[in-house]
T-cell receptor, first 116, second 114 residues
Framework: DAGVTQSPTHLIKTRGQHVTLRCSPI?????VSWYQQVLGQGPQFIFQ???????GRGNFPDRFSARQFPNYSSELNVNALLLGDSALYLC???????????????FGPGTRLTVT | GNSVTQMEGPVTLSEEAFLTINCTYT??????LFWYVQYPGEGLQLLLK?????DKGSNKGFEATYRKETTSFHLEKGSVQVSDSAVYFC?????????????FGTGTLLAVQP
């Protein structure tokens, strides 16, 4: 079975532009979460979606938005890009949207965004 | 709030040496604890987990024990290999929360030399 897939792999944008990143979860998984990993740091939680509804949001500005589609794939949108948005954006999927003992999240390979 | 603190890296070891990467946490409620590994150019892979106090997670020769009294979840391996070179992240999830978000430490780079 395919794992979590993300596209594109790499992306270069200019300050002020808009970007859309895409994620396809593992088949049967209904929850998708997005994380930002700045170079040299651990991933930071941005959003979680479950059954097409937002379940949680991290400490990120309103320039960041996301949505989940009926097939459970997801998009992360970032408007008015800043240099500080340069990072690896990771998507993770899980069977359930609820925390529970041992529910695992499976990560995709990430999208490397560079803002110049 | 919830947080994870990992030992600073990089950790440089010779092949077959013993590995310890320290991880301590601060959490409300009853967190589950995880170790993830990130190989160069790749995403995160779950290495092991523990869901309650005194649980021991293990996988591929790596072990970590959930110590509530010391709020720690140190990663150990008896004999490292060159192929273990990667960045290791300790993480927690608050099982009483509304989301399944993970809170990560800053990561520890492990370099194993032949």
């Amino acid at each position: 079975d395919a794992g979590v897939t993300q596209s594109p792999t790499h992306l270069i944008k200019t300050r002020g532009q808009h970007v859309t990143l895409r994620c396809s979860p593992i088949s049967g998984h209904k929850s998708v979460s997005w994380y930002q990993q700045v170079l040299g740091q651990g991933p930071q939680f941005i959003f979680q979606y479950y059954e097409k509804e937002e379940r949680g949001r991290g400490n990120f500005p309103d320039r960041f938005s996301a949505r989940q589609f009926p097939n459970y794939s997801s998009e992360l949108n970032v408007n008015a890009l800043l240099l500080g948005d340069s990072a690896l954006y990771l998507c993770a999927s899980s069977l359930s949207g609820y925390p529970g003992q041992g529910i695992e999240q499976y990560f995709g390979p990430g999208t490397r965004l560079t803002v110049t | 709030g919830n947080s994870v603190t990992q030992m600073e890296g990089p950790v440089t070891l010779s092949e077959e040496a013993f590995l310890t990467i320290n991880c301590t946490y601060t959490a409300t409620g009853y967190p589950s604890l995880f170790w993830y590994v990130q190989y160069p150019g790749e995403g995160l892979q779950l290495l092991l987990k523990a869901t309650k106090a005194d649980d021991k997670g293990s996988n591929k020769g790596f072990e970590a024990t959930y110590r509530k009294e010391t709020t720690s979840f140190h990663l150990e391996k008896g004999s490292v290999q060159v192929s273990d070179s990667a960045v290791y992240f300790c993480a927690l999830r608050n099982e009483g929360g509304a989301t399944n978000k993970l809170i990560f430490g800053t990561g520890t780079l492990l370099a194993v030399q032949p």
